[in-house]
């Protein structure tokens, strides 16, 4: 395949499988294909794979649904495997960065640097001072090629790996670009992880994954309600999934979601708290959510009240042509919090590192 051509998109969420397929051409950046399909809840715990035949099988299921004929595939990791940090190093030249960064990581990371691949992104020199900042990736070997071999697997060839966090800013830079001199927290909430990634002037200042996601939406729903994890999901989607809005019940799952979008605003907000506390960038402008939980109603509100900044919903496909002949936009819509990870590596080309 010739560099330039758009490789797919595979997100392996812990709680669905979603893949993309974005086609580039004069005219713009257009969807050509999109699935999604539901893992089992124990296939992916903590960003583990700990069933991997399920996730094999369902990327495959989808793959033979798609009948795709690109192989070459983007994923991205994000969870504890995965570290992130901004640096400061003396002033160097790009060569002898390449060969230092491995023992100035040392100190910068929980794990052995020989355990770990690690990549960096030089942010800016500060001549004056004689220093530069950097930015340092650190992933697991282990995990990235556990998911390199699930990908494998499924009859797909993975060429690009990201980090979640990444992923997201490069969706969301595609579709609305950076407003010049401003902060933005890009914040996507998942069914089991939180990532959050604070973008001053289009380069990421801070980052953080909380263990936190929809998954306690359904778990505490399950518990007061004393139900089991079917139907608290079921009442968790409410109206959209057809519960009786009369009944008694919506309104104790109202109060379960109240509560529960209290307490991950204030585990955000306690997060961004200590980014403030630590860096000298501006204040923060705006936040904009995604992922399958940013739907909960109550969660932008809450968030946007705690934390003092506004807070909305990305959009995946706001600069992507979506042809309503081929795509059902009922369908789009509802998903399009979801799709903001698996666009984002959809948007990656063969030949990107
Ligand atoms: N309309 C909705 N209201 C509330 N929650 C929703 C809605 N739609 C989806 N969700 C929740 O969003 C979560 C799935 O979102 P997403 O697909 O972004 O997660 P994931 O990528 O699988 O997980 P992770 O990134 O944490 O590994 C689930 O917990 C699901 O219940
Ligand atoms: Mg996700």
């Known amino acids: 395949m010739a560099r330039g051509k758009n490789v797919l998109g595979l997100d392996i969420g812990s709680s669905s499988i979603k893949l993309v397929q974005l086609k580039e051409s004069k005219k713009g950046i257009s969807l050509s294909s999109f699935s999604m399909a539901p893992l089992p809840s124990d296939a992916i715990v903590d960003g583990a794979l700990m069933n991997s035949a399920a996730v094999v099988d369902t990327i495959a299921g989808i793959v033979q649904a798609q009948k795709l004929k690109v192989k070459q595939v983007a994923i991205s990791v994000s969870g504890h495997s995965v570290i992130i940090k901004k640096i400061s190093l003396p002033a160097m030249t790009p060569e002898e960065l390449d060969e230092s960064i491995k023992w100035e990581a040392e100190q910068y990371i929980p794990f052995d640097v020989n ?120 009442y968790k989607l409410g109206g959209e999934h057809g519960v009786d809005a009369d009944s008694v019940v919506p309104q104790e799952v109202e109060r379960v979601m109240a509560s529960v979008s209290e307490s991950m605003a204030s585990e955000i907000h306690r997060s961004l708290d200590f980014y403030l506390a630590t860096s000298s960038e501006g204040r923060m402008s705006r936040i904009y959510l995604s992922g399958g939980s940013s739907k909960v109603p109550a969660l932008a509100r809450t968030l946007e009240n705690r934390i003092g900044v506004p807070c909305e919903l990305v959009d995946p496909f706001r600069g992507i042509q979506i042809d309503s002949k081929l795509f059902n936009l009922d369908y789009i819509n509802e998903i399009r919090p979801l799709a903001t990870v698996a666009v984002g590596l959809g948007l990656r080309k063969h030949g990107d590192k």
């Open 115 to 234: 355990d770990v691949y690690l990549d960096y992104q030089i942010l800016q020199t500060r001549p004056e001072q004689g220093q530069m900042d950097v930015l340092l990736v650190a992933a697991k070997k282990e995990m990235v090629n556990e998911y390199a071999a699930v990908v494998r697997e499924a009859g797909l060839d993975p060429v690009v790996v990201d980090v979640d966090c990444f992923t997201i800013q490069n969706c969301f830079e595609i579709n609305y670009g950076y407003p010049p001199g401003e902060t933005i927290v890009l914040i996507d909430i998942g069914a089991s992880t939180i990532n959050i990634n604070v973008v001053a002037n289009g380069i990421t200042t801070f980052t953080r994954d909380i263990s936190m996601g929809g998954n306690q939406f359904t778990e505490e729903v399950q518990k007061q309600l004393n139900v089991g994890y079917d139907e608290a999901e079921a």
